[in-house]
């Protein structure tokens, strides 16, 4: 791959390339407008992928208009990177939500069996047992599923890094 800063392109340009490239065709990117695509959907676009790192940009001022032209060009290669840590983010998550079920005792409504209706033992004793929602009884939750099913998302999800 060549160096992807030969292939700048400004925010102006793009918006006109969609624009041809979807001429004649039936997509439409926002709906109730005049407009087939504006300018700023693009440049919102641009933003997001340049604060995910995927894409970086120079600032040069236009001489005669004093404007800043915006020059763009994409850096996938951090991609496999990004998403790793996203995946890394991810499991960190789950560790902590399987420590927060493997250490405490949760009771739920034996009506509602909502997540909502769902409280940690020092929560239901404060509830006298009683279901803020419908005044039902609070019984014991067997979290054995959620546990295997943490585990296990662990387990692919780390087996799915270390094959990155
Ligand atoms: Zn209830």
């Not at 006109?16 to 990117?29: L, M, V």
């Not at 929602?133 to 939750?141: H, K, S, T």
Request: with cysteine; proline share 1%.
């Amino acid at each position: 791959m060549h160096n992807s800063k030969t292939k700048e392109i400004t925010d102006d340009e793009i918006t006109e390339n969609i624009k041809a490239r979807i001429q004649d065709t039936d997509i439409d990117f926002e709906e109730n407008d005049e407009e087939k695509l504006k300018l700023n959907t693009v440049r919102k676009t641009l933003y997001k992928l340049y604060s995910a790192k995927l894409a970086q940009f120079r600032r040069v001022r236009d001489k005669n208009t004093g404007w800043f032209i915006y020059y763009w060009w994409h850096d996938f290669e951090k991609l496999n990177e990004i998403l790793l840590e996203k995946e890394q983010q991810i499991i960190g998550k789950l560790r902590d939500r399987l420590k927060f079920e493997l250490n405490n005792y949760f009771f739920i409504c034996e009506k509602c069996r909502r997540p909502d209706t769902r409280f940690k033992f020092d929560e239901a004793v404060d509830l006298n047992f009683k279901c803020p929602n419908c005044e039902g009884i609070l019984v014991a939750d067997e979290n054995k599923d959620i546990i295997d099913f943490l585990k296990e998302k662990i387990v692919l999800l780390q087996d799915k890094i270390n094959h990155f």
